[in-house]
């Protein structure tokens, strides 16, 4: 099982990118599914997520208006689109997914991490 994540890289700041994450080994179409990042001596972060139809979604506070989250579940992927990126947008990115019998619970993820965690992508934005 595996979660892969991509679209990381240098952007200036005012900038977007659009991250991807794919699933592999098993189908996330019944998880809920998110975005964490990590900066330089920072613990993690749960940036968003996403319920399964979709129709639900979280965002840390600085997110909010700026990045998107989306998911396809056919393509057994999750989506983040990132607008008006600033320098502390700065971190490895990776997403997760919680466990199929989880409850909406961004305050539990936050703290505690989602049950599947992928492999992160580097995003670095310069002031």
């Known amino acids: 099982v595996q979660l892969q994540a991509s679209g990381g890289g240098l952007v200036q700041a005012g900038g977007s990118l659009r991250l991807s994450c794919v699933g592999s080994g098993r189908t996330f179409s019944r998880n809920v599914m998110g975005w964490f990042r990590q900066a330089p001596g920072k613990e993690s972060e749960l940036v968003s997520a996403?319920?399964?139809?979709?129709?639900?979604?979280f965002y840390v506070e600085s997110a909010k208006g700026r990045f998107t989250i989306s998911r396809d579940n056919a393509k057994n992927a999750v989506y983040l689109r990132m607008n008006r990126l600033k320098p502390e947008d700065t971190a490895v990115y990776y997403c997760?997914?919680?466990?199929?019998?989880?409850?909406?619970?961004?305050?539990?993820?936050?703290?505690?991490?989602?049950?599947?965690r992928g492999k992160g992508t580097l995003v670095t934005v310069s002031s």
């Open positions: 996403v319920s399964v139809s979709g129709d639900r979604t």
């Open positions: 997760g997914a919680a466990h199929s019998d989880d409850l909406w619970n961004p305050t539990y993820w936050g703290d505690y991490g989602m049950h599947y």
